[in-house]
């Protein structure tokens, strides 16, 4: 029989962003153990900064009856002439019956002592505690707490509990906290707790008492609410999904309210405000025409009809941050783009200050630029020595507003704040952008350096960094990765696609690396290419089938795994394969390091003749791209196969078995250029 069932866990007011980190696993968790009390069943999972709720419509009165199997020692081992033994004995006790009750069965092809036995179902109000109690001990929500005389800890105090199973409470405690049917809505409504009849009428208390329970009805009405304060107003709302989920997650009656701040402080970088009502208001900004105006959209969890006293408390509290912001600007433009002062802070331990990390940046910048640029002059028109001279300034500059006020208060805004600052005081819009996109990109998805210019000063402030800790044995552990190396990489193969920027990831690492000691080249190469296989979203093994080609330029790299990865996608691919994986296992104790040769004259057979023909015809062709010289090279797959049908290659005399095996090696040198066949898996 089939029952509702309400769980109300209630607490004091969650902090959003551990919940937020854990919601995807919490339904997991449930259902991981409905399913080890053999209760599995559909149900749904609700939460406010109060209280976490699982409501099952259909849920078992009781475990399903089970019929359980028993099987003991072989009879040949149970019994001795007719006489049980101690394994005989054992098996009845463990099955908790006489020896009279165990019958015979077969496993594995023998006959051996049986018992089965029907397992009677629990009720489920009987499991129902441990079952909470097992799944709320189960989430991770990071820092726990510990309150009044309970030895346990959870992320914050429990403060009521409620089980209907059907109309009826079950009993249970929580924390020390007995189970009631009972709970309690929006706290400008009621502090007392509100007494419940039916499941039924659970939802409506809620509601009545000015909870919204359904996570997605309180998003919908957020949304629904800056729809309506834009149109009104004819103004943009940017709506951050991050922020929006957090202010799902801390109100249970949310209204949208407009905000006003002072048109003075617009006299601010955009980033700057943004920042301040985003981080310490959980504001949203709001635009109009593209641009930033002086308004602001706060989500209060206020239970009011005058909702104008809520506005004004907060335009109080967002004013003093936006005056701290552009006394700090202000002060920071007086005292200019200075690095005075970095050389006082350490970079890391070993590696010096953050002042000799720039030196270092700027020898790899020299390199980066000799190697790029006359494809540096071809984007932007200037002579060397001017585009020179930009690169040199935004090194020098990049890390100097970690020095301002404006950094110091809001770390984040680190490169932003020096683009703005180099604006202002003057420097070339060259040396702002190089200071804007040296960390980029920041993410998997986060927008490439715009020039190849702003490209090298993030490649340099990168590939410093990865030298340097791999020089100090400073390697990413596991999901440890406190710099970023992992990202930095990923940065530099998209960086060198976006820009066309040769970069062998061997011998220009190691030119580059000359300038640091202690780093294991190996573990370094080994580390890179991780990073190459995790980039590319084809087969693993085409990755593999490439770099085991030789290959460790980017640019060429991005070329070979996409034409084998088209190649390899193809309809017909896997009938090739199979011709080609024989030519590479015909010639895997063949040394094709070496310069290889056909002697046309020991060419008897006429399949033998008609491959050599066919493949100089092709090897001797200029092909456009990588995809149109592989194309070729498989086209040769009917005269191989016919080769591999007529012809002996392990023929008796020596220099023919060899002249057929260079025949057959020169395909797989020439493919092996691209990609080696035999590492691709399909």
Not at 70 to 82: E, N, R, S, T
């Amino acid at each position: 029989m089939l029952q509702t069932l309400l769980i109300e866990i209630g607490v004091e007011e969650l902090p959003a962003a551990p919940l937020l980190k854990e919601l995807k696993n919490i339904e997991k968790k449930w259902a991981a153990v409905l399913e080890d009390n053999v209760l599995l069943c559909e149900f749904e999972f609700y939460y406010t900064p109060r209280r976490l709720v699982l409501w099952h419509r259909e849920f078992p009165r009781a475990q399903a009856d089970s019929i359980e199997e028993l099987f003991g020692a072989p009879i040949a081992v149970a019994y001795k002439d007719g006489v049980p033994t101690k394994a005989a004995e054992g098996f009845a006790r463990k099955c908790g019956v006489s020896l009279d009750e165990i019958g015979r069965g077969e496993k594995n092809g023998k006959e051996v002592l049986y018992f089965k036995r029907e397992i009677k179902g629990k009720q489920s109000c009987e499991l129902l505690e441990k079952m909470i109690s097992t799944w709320i001990k189960s989430l991770s929500f990071g820092k726990s707490m510990r309150w009044g005389s309970s030895s346990e800890s959870f992320i914050r105090p429990i403060r009521w509990l409620n089980i209907m199973l059907g109309d009826v409470s079950v009993e249970a405690e929580l924390f020390g906290v007995k189970s009631a049917m009972s709970t309690y809505v929006h706290r400008m409504s009621s502090f007392e707790a509100i007494d419940i009849s039916n499941a039924h009428r659970y939802f409506e208390i809620l509601k009545e008492g000015a909870v919204t329970l359904f996570q997605d009805e309180r998003r919908l009405k957020i949304l629904n609410d800056f729809a309506s304060l834009s149109h009104t107003n004819g103004f943009d709302i940017e709506v951050d999904e991050d922020l929006l989920e957090e202010i799902v997650a801390i109100t249970e009656h949310p209204k949208a309210l407009l905000g006003n701040f002072d048109e003075k402080f617009l006299r601010l970088p955009p980033e700057v405000i943004i920042t301040s009502m985003k981080e310490h208001q959980r504001y949203f900004p709001v635009f109009k025409n593209g641009k930033l105006v002086n308004k602001f959209v706060v989500v209060t969890n206020a239970l009011t009809e005058d909702f104008s006293k809520v506005i004004e408390g907060n335009e109080r509290v967002l004013r003093p941050r936006l005056a701290d912001g552009l006394f700090f600007y202000d002060n920071d433009l007086k005292n200019g783009l200075s690095v005075a002062g970095l050389e006082k802070i350490t970079f890391f331990k070993g590696l010096g200050s953050v002042a000799d990390k720039i030196q270092r940046e700027q020898i790899i910048a020299e390199n980066l630029f000799n190697r790029y640029s006359q494809q540096i002059i071809a984007e932007n028109g200037k002579s060397v020595e001017e585009n020179r001279a930009l690169l040199t300034r935004s090194i020098a500059l990049a890390k100097a507003d970690l020095m301002s006020e404006m950094v110091y208060e809001f770390t984040e805004l680190q490169g932003l704040m020096g683009y703005y600052y180099a604006l202002e005081l003057g420097e070339p819009q060259e040396v702002a952008l190089g200071i804007k996109e040296q960390y980029l990109p920041t993410g998997e998805d986060s927008e490439l350096p715009s020039t190849i210019l702003s490209a090298i000063v993030a490649m340099s402030i990168k590939l410093d960094t990865l030298l340097g800790l791999f020089s100090i044995n400073q390697l990413p552990t596991g999901s440890r990765d406190p710099f970023a190396l992992r990202r930095a990489v990923i940065g530099i193969i998209r960086i060198s696609k976006e820009h066309n920027l040769a970069f062998d990831i061997v011998t220009l690492i190691r030119d580059l690396g000359s300038a640091y000691d202690g780093i294991e080249y190996e573990k370094l190469d080994s580390f890179i290419v991780e990073r190459i296989n995790q980039f590319y979203d084809v087969n693993p093994s085409i990755i593999k089938a490439v770099l085991s080609s030789g290959e460790r330029e980017l640019l060429e790299l991005h070329k070979k795994i996409a034409a084998v990865n088209t190649i390899a996608t193809s309809e017909n691919f896997s009938s090739v394969f199979s011709t080609f994986k024989r030519v590479a296992n015909i010639t895997k104790d063949f040394d094709i390091s070496q310069a290889l040769s056909v002697r046309e004259e020991l060419l008897e057979e006429e399949a033998e003749k008609a491959l050599y023909k066919a493949f100089k015809e092709v090897d001797t062709k200029q092909y456009e791209s990588y995809e149109i010289r592989l194309d070729a090279l498989f086209s040769l797959k009917p005269q191989l196969d016919t080769f591999f049908n007529d012809v002996m290659v392990n023929a008796e005399d020596e220099a023919i078995k060899i002249n057929r095996k260079s025949l057959v090696a020169l395909v797989y040198k020439a493919l092996l250029e691209i990609a080696d066949i035999k590492e691709i898996s399909v």
